[in-house]
T-cell receptor, first 113, second 112 residues
């Protein structure tokens, strides 16, 4: 049982380049999330999808777009990468609703030069 | 405002108890969580407490919640070297289980 799978694990981009971070879950969860983790700041929510077909902004959405491709997959796109987007990105899923725990992937470490 | 605060570091000896503290500001939070992150990995849920409880025990873990002071703590009894990790507290927002506000994380170092 893979849980939440993120690809790639590492990526280096130049300023202005674009890329898509992929995430897939095999737990039949309704809700999926993208967080970023920066030193000394904990995790901050970028975007989430409460259910297939819906997406909403989180705390720090600027510079990102998302697609809920189907129930399993939720991708995060950087259209024009900036050094401020250097971070570790985590995808997570949950069955939804209060008290449902988040299940995290192992993260994508992104460096923008 | 929304803010969850934790101290950044804690060092204990193997076999001692560890207590990791957290303060939060939003009194409307319904669930409060503790997550553990090991190096190079994602976060793993350790335990959570509903806001109408003041204590929850789960094997070596004890969570205490003081709603009046908006203070949450995680006690790990008989701390082992395998407990060395970063521990995050988080509060839920609205009724969306996954929309969490995380603290900065406390790095627990367990010395043999």
């Amino acid at each position: 049982n893979a849980g939440v799978t993120q690809t790639p694990k590492f990526q280096v981009l130049k300023t202005g380049q674009s890329m898509t971070l992929q995430c897939a879950q095999d737990m039949n969860h309704n809700s999926m999330y993208w967080y970023r983790q920066d030193p000394g700041m904990g995790l901050r929510l970028i975007y989430y999808s409460a259910s297939e077909g819906t997406t909403d902004k989180g705390e720090v959405p600027n510079g990102y777009n998302v697609s809920r491709l189907n129930k399993r997959e939720f991708s995060l796109r950087l259209e024009s990468a900036a050094p401020s987007q250097t971070s570790v990105y985590f995808c997570a899923s949950s069955s939804g609703g209060e008290g449902s725990p988040l299940h995290f992937g192992n993260g994508t470490r992104l460096t923008v030069t | 405002g929304e803010d969850v605060e934790q101290s950044l570091f804690l060092s204990v000896r193997e076999g001692d108890s560890s207590v990791i503290n957290c303060t939060y500001t939003d009194s409307s939070s319904t669930y409060l969580y503790w997550y553990k992150q090991e190096p190079g990995a994602g976060l793993q849920l350790l335990t959570y407490i509903f806001s109408n409880m003041d204590m929850k025990q789960d094997q070596r873990l004890t969570v205490l919640l003081n709603k009046k002071d908006k203070h949450l703590s995680l006690r790990i009894a008989d701390t082992q070297t395998g407990d060395s990790a970063i521990y995050f507290c988080a509060e839920s927002k609205d009724n969306q289980g996954g929309k969490l506000i995380f603290g900065q994380g406390t790095e627990l170092s367990v010395k043999p």
